[in-house]
């Protein structure tokens, strides 16, 4: 077989294979409401919890200022060990009664495995609430409105086309 012939063949199985090892992701469009609290705009941080309930990965951070990012306790340790890049999914901190929207990429490999959305908030000089939303991911709770149990009234997520 021609030289040629045989690296253009290895060429196309190497990038088949790897093709389809790249996990597939699905666009979301999540939309934050905020209960009316009084204070400082919420730092928000949006993360994918694995089925033993340890941080998989960050998928979005509404708060600007990485000074503010450890009243996120249980979020920041994680964080803190992985030092993932947040550049891409930072975006500005959330008031009493506002709303937020981002969009969300999710692994679609992750779903109906366990695996959960969890939703922290802080509020400078009150409370933190590590799990103030908590959405399993599957393909039925994943668009079903969640009401939140501190700054956070509900988050509702419908997947884009």
């Known amino acids: 077989m021609n030289t040629i012939i045989k690296i253009a063949l290895i060429t196309l199985l190497f990038s088949a294979v790897s093709v389809s090892t790249f996990a597939q992701t699905g666009k979301y469009k999540c939309m934050i409401q905020m209960n009316a609290y009084q204070g400082e705009g919420a730092y928000v941080v949006i993360s994918l919890i694995n089925p033993k309930g340890a941080y998989d990965k ?16 249980e979020w920041y340790k994680f964080q803190a060990k992985t030092k993932e890049k947040l550049s891409a999914v930072t975006g500005a901190s959330v008031g009493g009664g506002d709303r937020a929207m981002r969009t969300l990429e999710i692994d679609e490999s992750k779903f109906n495995k366990g695996y959960k959305l969890r939703f922290e908030s802080a509020v400078e000089e009150q409370k933190y609430h590590t799990a103030d939303v908590e959405i399993p991911l599957t393909k039925e709770a994943i668009t079903e409105k969640a009401n939140g149990k501190g700054y956070i009234k509900l988050v509702k997520l419908n997947k884009v086309q």
Not at 58 to 73: E, F, R
């Open 58 to 73: 960050t998928l979005a951070v509404l708060g600007p200022d990485k000074q503010w990012y450890n009243t996120l306790k």
